[in-house]
């Protein structure tokens, strides 16, 4: 026999955590059920009512459903139940889009060996180097100094539907890449990015929360126009490496070390950071 179902005045309770918030949304419906004393009878009709149910709709939101995950029943007496159905839903795994951005930097700059100087100043009778530095017998030695270099870290909080083993190997494969176009307002190549690391919770009563992600990147100018020694009209990208080539040279009685070839080389592969997800402008 078929049995009926009367929604009562205490359905339709719901409570709502905003789109980001580690809580849980929750909907309820409230039924009186009538025909039958068997338990096995109303509970097989309660089961098939949440799998027909399936969803409650918030409205005016498509993204947002709640899904119906349990159900709670008592015996009334008389052929009649009461039957409460509880909907779910973890704030924060909400669609795929982004629920928290920061971002931080420093520009304590990065550490690089040079050879060669912008300037030379000469005290003493010895020959000039033409900007060479450590020139000794052995070679030029040059020295470590620091370099402009803007280094930063975006960090976003993601729904877990976002992140997926085929997005982690490709952010994997971007690690290490110079940007193929602008990217944040950089030139190409001048961006470098370091690498992604990302963190999530899970507990029995609310699921997988969403990720954390935080994003590294290193940027350094392109430069135009340079000159090493003699040598001038060179062009370097921010992350390419310039190194030189010298020559020995005779000064009176001094031998010296001139630049005789500057050469630069693309270290880093282009790609296009689009394929992170998180934007270029």
Known sequence: MALTWIEDGDSRQATIVRKGKKATSSYTRS???FGTTDDVELHTAASQKIIDDGYWQYPGLPSMQLRAEQYSVSFLGDNAWQVTIQYEKNGADDGNDPLKRSRSFDTSGGTQHITQ?????KYGTGPAQQGAIGVDSNGVNGVDIVVPALQWQETYDVPNAYITSGWIRGVAGVTGTTNLS???GFQRGEVLFVGCTGSQEWD??????????????????NQTGLSVGSIGGITKGGHQYLWVRYEDAVDGNDLLKRPKTVY???VYRETDFSVLGIGTS
Do not use: H, T
């Open 182 to 184: 602008a990217f944040r």
């Open 31 to 33: 039924f009186k059920v």
């Open 264 to 266: 630069v080389n693309q």
């Open 117 to 121: 100087a912008y300037g030379e100043l």
């Open 204 to 221: 029995d009563e609310k699921g997988k929360g969403p990720w954390s992600l935080a994003f590294r990147f290193v940027a350094s100018q």
